[in-house]
């Protein structure tokens, strides 16, 4: 019993300071004060692309996302097993507006191009996941600052519950439910997912809102999977 305690009391602490940031930054934007990188601040563009974050989808790059968050930021190709993998740039912690996080940003870069970093990695190290993380050469760097980012991943800090979701980002375009744990929130016209976890994190996942596809086509698979 104690040890239930134990876990229960951070999971709500989490939840409460959470909704008290939240609702503090409504607060915030109701009376006009400038607020801005709040992950539901989403500006929709004529081309079809986005801008969240600071950074416009498939335009801005790995540099302005290092100039804009600061350069604590670590840049690899992530690769499972038989695949190419794809340059992503990884930040352990980042505010946004007054949230604060994990984030991962992936490059929209040729698979040619991020075959040839991996060939002049000097090392590589396997991450949590079993993927093989390859370290980038000085050489690889400049190119690797210069890529346009394709997708953004945030993973807040507190727990994102489907009452909090569905109040700041509206009711979604369709659902995908792959487990009893784990359900997606689709937003295509915003080009946004949300995946609610109850044993996990929740993630942000944003693209470009013409590229939604590419977002959308994995979680239908991943569902086919379960």
Known sequence: MALRKIVLIPLLLAAVVLTAVLL??????????????????????PDGNSKVFGLTLTQSTLGDAREHFGPDMEIAVIARREETGSLEAYYGRVTTGVL???MILVADLDKESVERMRQHAGKSTYTESSAKKYTLSPEDLALAYSAPIGSITFIP????DEETAL?????????????EQVEHLLYPGKGLAITLDKKGKELLQYVAPRNFARLRDPLLSQRKAN
């Open 100 to 102: 604060t996080g994990k």
């Open 167 to 179: 109040a700041r980002f509206g009711p979604p375009g369709e659902r995908i439910r792959v487990s």
């Open 24 to 45: 503090r930054s409504g607060d915030t934007e109701r009376k006009g004060l400038p607020v801005s990188g709040l992950p539901w601040q989403i500006d929709l563009l």
């Open 157 to 160: 800090s507190a727990s994102l």
